[in-house]
């Protein structure tokens, strides 16, 4: 299996990993949505949908070594892009690692990061794993 | 501000309908062995109620570190009884909050206290959550991220016994991955407060309403404080 290099198609699927902290409970409409903290950081960790595929495993997997609250949402390379984002491959590699591990999938996207942007950002992230009480409104469930 | 050894003490002068006339004032302490002196406190003439952040201590260890009943630990503290009890902290690491104490009606165990004490409905599970934050450990995130510093709870705290109305809705708290903290309230409307507090570069006030308006503060600019308690009351539209 040879793990995409170069351009990142702009339909390709990128995938956040999200830890409960960054998760807010909109007490009005009585559910839970990601906090824009989950896309402040300047380069933002994130799996490539193409690589992923490439590798045999599906997206819900990059959570395998991680508590069983954390959550995944996704934002497509085009939609990222539209907001000023750079997106680029940067496989995970460590000692000992596996032909199909999830790190080969790895990922960034960077750029300047504005309130509004990470406000943005946030609208448009959709649910893959999403956590029990999810707002709908984040598409919540389903890739 | 009045500056301690080794710490700060912030006298925050509390609006008459959020308390009760035995409140006058609540203090934020960061302490590391230190405690606020007399002078310190002077500037309230009301009684005080801690609550340690940080440490794994909750309201019945407090009283049980006091050696001091229920009963009587929340009523006519002298202020030597006040700066005993802080004394009796001075081992602690965390952070030592004052908050005003009310009146209580009925059985006066901690549980009562918690639910009673500030006439707050916000101020317990923020208080709880605060404390859960302060606590966590470092790669909470999975990222690598350190805990919350003291400083940005410190300031949340502040911040929050300034805006907050009795009827506010409590906010989210959200650790940051540098250390500073998220404060966010979201709307049915869509609409979106967030405040940053500690030593971060967004540190800051932003608010985005239901059509998209949107406005940036300074937690340093009391134009822009004021600006953040009455859109939070309801009071103040972006348009």
């Known amino acids: ?143 | 501000m009045p500056v301690l050894a080794g710490g700060t003490v912030e006298v925050i002068p509390a609006p008459a309908e959020r308390v009760s006339s035995q409140a006058t004032a609540m203090a934020v302490v960061h302490i590391h062995g230190v405690y606020p002196s007399d002078d310190a406190l002077s500037s309230s003439e009301g009684l005080w109620a801690p609550l340690v952040l940080g440490s794994g201590l909750g309201v019945k260890d407090t009283v049980a570190r006091q050696g001091v009943a229920p009963s009587n630990w929340l009523r006519g503290w002298s202020r030597e009884a006040q700066l005993a009890l802080g004394q009796s902290f001075a081992d602690v690491p965390g952070l030592l909050i004052f908050v005003p104490y009310q009146e209580i009606a009925g059985e006066r165990d901690a549980a009562t206290w918690r639910q009673a004490a500030t006439k707050t409905p916000w101020w317990p599970a923020t208080a709880e959550e605060l404390n859960e934050l302060s606590l966590l450990p470092s790669d909470w995130d999975s990222y690598g991220s350190p805990p919350p510093d003291a400083a940005a709870i410190t300031e949340a705290i502040t911040l929050l016994w300034k805006v907050m109305e009795a009827d506010t809705a409590p906010p989210g708290l959200v650790p940051l991955s540098d250390g500073g903290l998220q404060l966010e309230w979201s709307a049915a409307d869509g609409s979106v407060v967030e405040v940053i507090t500690g030593s971060v570069e967004d540190r800051g006030i932003f608010i985005q309403d239901a059509v998209g308006n949107w406005w940036e503060g300074s937690l340093d600019l009391p134009a822009d404080v004021d600006r953040l308690t009455g859109y939070l009351a309801g009071e103040t539209a972006l348009a």
């Open chain 1, 1 to 143: 299996m040879e793990v995409p290099t170069g351009d990142v198609p702009p339909a390709t699927r990128l995938y956040r990993r999200i830890p409960p902290r960054w998760l807010h409970h909109d007490i009005e409409n009585n559910c839970v949505r990601v906090s824009s903290a989950a896309f402040r950081d300047r380069d933002t960790s994130i799996y490539l949908e193409d690589a992923l595929a490439v590798l045999g495993r599906q997206p819900s997997e990059v959570l395998d070594d991680y508590p069983d609250d954390y959550s995944l949402v996704s934002l497509t390379a085009e939609e990222v892009s539209s907001a000023e984002q750079a997106v680029q491959r940067s496989p995970d590699i460590k000692d000992e690692m596996a032909e199909d591990d999830v790190g080969w999938a790895h990922g960034e996207f960077c750029g300047p990061r504005s309130k509004t942007t990470r406000q943005w950002l946030r609208e448009h992230a959709r649910w893959v794993v999403a956590p029990p009480n999810a707002c709908p409104d984040a598409a919540a469930g389903t890739v």
